[in-house]
């Protein structure tokens, strides 16, 4: 490891299929790993549960978040006192899409989540980046907390996507188009891009 940088910690379990009940277990038992929810999620906190939610395709698909792995997330917010709620900005189609056709709207009734539309900018400002600035979704600054459910899958820039590249759902609708074509075909660039 590089002199100067922390170890993070990581826990992983094995879950053998999607049923609700046996991935709340699963999730849960890998937060209880890290030290529990209520490590992270203080009594009354909004929190935003950022799924990856790219296009209207159903679960079996495997474009967006599994709804159970969302499902489990929002049950732990709520045991920890957390007030929990879905957002995104889609890259294809709507975000009333992406949560019908995403198997999310049963969990979004079943739990009374306000759903989030990431669709007003405001600027964020990255004085010390190679990126100065950034237009990000509104809704994700008003909130306490933000968790970030990613799906593992392949990306044409960055070979895989995992957690920091679902969070490139911050940026509003087509601008996410603008930042491809900013850095180009350069996965180093894209990267930075992503981290800043």
């Known amino acids: ?3 100067g940088e922390k170890r993070v910690k990581v826990s992983v379990t094995k879950c053998n299929d999607y049923n609700s009940d046996d991935v709340y277990q699963h999730v849960k038992e890998s937060v209880n790993l890290l030290g529990g929810m209520e490590r992270f999620v203080s ?4 929190v935003l549960i950022k799924p990856n939610m790219l296009s209207a395709k159903p679960p079996e698909k495997a474009v967006q978040t599994h709804p159970a792995v969302v499902e489990a997330v929002v049950r732990l917010v ?3 006192g957390g007030t929990p709620m879905i957002g995104d900005s889609p890259a294809m189609g709507s975000l009333n899409a992406c949560i019908q056709k995403g ?3 049963p969990i979004i009734k079943k739990y009374g989540l306000k759903t989030l539309k990431f669709d007003e900018p405001v600027d964020l ?4 980046g190679m990126f100065k600035s950034f237009r990000v979704a509104r809704e994700i600054t008003e909130v306490d907390k933000i968790i970030n459910v990613p799906k593992l ?3 044409g820039q960055m070979i895989m996507t995992m957690a920091v590249k679902n969070l ?3 940026i ?3 601008r996410k188009s603008h930042w491809h074509l900013k850095v180009g075909n350069r996965p180093e660039m894209f990267a930075r891009m992503l981290l800043e």
């Open 1 to 3: 490891m590089p002199k």
């Open 43 to 46: 009594k009354g906190e909004s």
């Open 78 to 80: 709520i045991d920890a």
């Open 103 to 105: 198997g999310f709207a």
């Open 125 to 128: 400002h990255n004085p010390h």
């Open 153 to 155: 899958k392949t990306h």
């Open 168 to 170: 490139f759902g911050a």
């Open 172 to 174: 509003v609708g087509a």
